[in-house]
């Protein structure tokens, strides 16, 4: 956790919640004292916690993702062993913690993990409430569990926090007829205790900023999702391939484990747990689908409801004595496939970046490699069962994101923190500059805001616009300051910086450079 933060949206989840840390005002979201009402508040609220707990290192501040993932995985391994057995749920937690995006998104600083795991655990908990419910059991506190989850995950992204849950559960009541559980879900009393979570901070910050409601609910949910306002569009069958990249390595078991599901109506009831895993996965990635805003994370609620279906069919095979012999040959192809990737990847891209990592390359090459000749040579001598497919699978799978996240920090260049070095160590009478764009991290790391010289574009325009804020100045008040005795050091893009004819500019030195920005001042 001690690599830099990914910007922008590491950095930009910190800083807000650092900027909260700083004023006391725990209502209003801002960066760099710039309104920012994209997404709610609970997250920012986790992030500032631990801010005051721990300070504002790296580690620190990649805690919730990583606890609330933690948490995920138990919800996980709690389903699979009271709806099936202790075997499926302990399956179930492996298959999700080494799943590629799910170990990916644990270690970064996002809404995502958070609003996921909120999703997945309010269905679970409905799920828990019905098996309990079956039993003769109130099932209250998976209720109370349930509507709690509901509004985390509405306080973490916004309406899909309840929108998803109540659509996947509505679903599966539908098709199983179960229509008396909505009578027993305590309905009446669930609401007051959603809305006793959910509106104290929506009513709150309407009554500070009345511009809230337009752009919160109007612009980032409603047009966001019906038009390409984000600019993030993508085609319809974009969450089928995403789906089976993020399940990785376990994407071939996740077909055969959908051939054995419950889709015909005769075993809707019988199965029904199952149907609600199957319900749940479906409506989510149809739901994303039809948006004009699509992003790979946004299916992330979906892996642990696939990893009990895998679980479950895996598990029912190994009692069985089936070995799945297709799939594991399969898997020994997709190998072999991505050893000659990885070997070859140096080779044919000459890339500076690629050229950077040729030797992590090379060696997830053998690690692939050796994976695939492991299993082959099992398969061929007969001693492959699931349980050694999956040993195989899971070395490999760890091997590769440890090597993945050795690897990221030397990749990831975005980040302003390398030439921070280059400032001195009192600040308190100069001033820090962001010039011709905003570098989100850059607040974070010198743990104050910073100058910005307009015209400010992208996701901070909105505040901008709505009202007058100091840390915004023209450029022509810009050049004033650089020509005044205050010390002024200036951060900007590595091809703006080369535009400025510096040379020309008194005291202008350059301080230091990356492959994408520089730092320069006027005490030269």
């Not at 790296?58 to 391994?77: C, D, I, Q, S």
């Not at 600019?231 to 319809?236: E, S």
């Not at 590769?400 to 001195?424: G, Q, Y």
Request: hydrophobic residues 55%; aromatic residues 14%.
């Amino acid at each position: 956790g001690a690599y830099p933060l990914q910007v922008p949206d590491e950095a930009r989840y910190s800083e807000i919640a650092r900027e909260m840390v700083r004023s006391g005002d725990y209502v209003t979201p801002r960066m760099n004292a710039i309104k920012y009402f994209e997404k709610p508040i609970l997250f920012y609220w986790l992030q500032a916690a631990a801010i005051k707990v721990g300070g504002l290192s790296e580690a620190v501040l990649r805690f919730w993702p990583a606890a609330l993932a933690t948490l995920g995985l138990l919800g996980t391994y709690v389903v699979g062993r009271i709806c099936f057995n202790r075997a499926t749920g302990l399956l179930a937690a492996l298959l999700t913690a080494t799943s590629l995006m799910y170990f990916i998104m644990a270690h970064a600083i996002t809404l995502d993990m958070a609003v996921s795991v909120f999703i997945f655990l309010a269905i679970f908990a409905y799920l828990l409430f019905q098996q309990a419910h079956q039993q003769g059991r109130a099932g209250g506190g998976w209720l109370f569990t349930f509507y709690s989850c509901c509004a985390f995950a509405v306080l973490t992204k916004g309406l899909i926090g309840i929108v998803l849950p109540v659509a996947s559960i509505v679903a599966w009541l539908f098709l199983t007829r179960q229509w008396q559980l909505i009578k027993a879900s305590r309905l009446g009393w669930g609401l007051v205790w959603f809305s006793v979570l959910v509106l104290p901070w929506h009513l709150l910050m309407q009554w500070r900023n009345p511009e809230f409601f337009q752009f919160y609910i109007v612009e980032q949910h409603i047009l966001r999702y019906l038009t390409d306002h984000a600019q993030r569009q993508q085609p319809f069958w974009f969450y089928g391939p995403v789906l089976l990249l993020a399940l990785f390595p376990w994407s071939l078991y996740f077909c055969k484990a959908c051939s054995l599901a419950p889709w015909l109506p005769n075993a809707w009831r019988q199965r029904a747990a199952e149907l609600l895993l199957c319900l749940t996965s479906i409506i989510i990635i149809a739901f994303f689908s039809l948006s004009q805003s699509k992003l790979m994370p946004y299916i992330l609620p979906v892996l642990p409801c696939c990893a009990l279906l895998m679980s479950r069919a895996m598990i029912t095979a190994m009692q069985a004595g089936q070995v799945w012999r297709r799939v594991a040959w399969s898997n020994v192809l997709l190998l072999i496939l991505f050893a000659l990737a990885f070997a070859l990847l140096p080779i044919l891209l000459k890339h500076p970046r690629v050229q950077s990592l040729q030797s992590s390359s090379w060696i997830l090459a053998v690690g692939f490699a050796i994976a695939a000749m492991t299993l082959g040579f099992l398969l061929w001598h007969r001693r492959a069962g699931l349980q050694q497919q999956i040993g195989v699978l899971a070395g490999l799978q760890l091997f590769f994101l440890a090597t993945f996240m050795l690897t990221w920090p030397a990749v990831e260049d975005r980040s302003i923190k390398p030439l921070l070095a280059a400032l001195p160590q009192d600040l308190a009478q100069a001033e820090v500059v962001a010039y011709r764009g905003f570098f989100f991290d850059l607040p974070l790391y010198l743990d104050r805001e910073v100058l910005m010289v307009a015209p400010v574009r992208g996701e901070l325009r909105w505040g901008v616009e709505r009202e007058s804020v100091a840390q915004v100045i023209p450029e022509q008040q810009f050049w004033q300051q650089w020509h005044s005795k205050r010390p002024l050091y200036v951060f900007t893009d590595k091809n703006d910086f080369d535009e400025l004819p510096c040379a020309e500019l008194s005291g202008c030195q350059l301080l230091a450079s990356s492959r994408r920005f520089a730092l320069f001042t006027n005490q030269g």
